[in-house]
Nanobody, 124 residues
Framework: QVQLVESGGGLVQAGDSLRLSCAAS????????MGWFRQAPGKEREFVAA????????YYTDSVKGRFTISRANAKNTVYLQMNSLKPEDTAVYYC?????????????????WGQGTQVTVSS
């Protein structure tokens, strides 16, 4: 089982940038595809982005394409989510996930491990 710890959340203004980090420990980090989900108040968890084991492939939800970039540094056991041009609708708790069971999936049940989440708040 891999343990995931997110960091980098905070309160920013619309148009600002943030970079989230996810430190992984436990089983071999490079074996897994990784990703990010988010959950806004009163809404269901939503897929945001995913990256394969070596960083060579990624996919995103449409609402963040062109603004968010997922990357990973396997030597540091860390996955990142660079978020630019943030909007108030990006406000949510962001969760790091690992162990993608099916490449291309956007279903939360297809991700095996979850972090505790980090809050991102974007003010208008």
């Amino acid at each position: 089982q891999v343990q995931l710890v997110e960091s980098g959340g905070g309160l920013v203004q619309a148009g600002d940038s943030l970079r989230l980090s996810c430190a992984a420990s436990g089983r071999t980090f490079t074996s897994y595809g990784m990703g990010w989900f988010r959950q806004a108040p009163g809404k269901e968890r939503e897929f945001v982005a995913a990256i394969n084991w070596n960083g060579g492939r990624t996919y995103y939800t449409d609402s963040v394409k062109g603004r968010f970039t997922i990357s990973r540094a396997n030597a540091k056991n860390t996955v990142y989510l660079q978020m630019n041009s943030l909007k108030p609708e990006d406000t949510a708790v962001y969760y790091c996930v690992s162990n993608i069971r099916s490449w291309g999936t956007r279903e939360s049940a297809d991700f095996g491990s979850w972090g505790q989440g980090t809050q991102v708040t974007v003010s208008s």
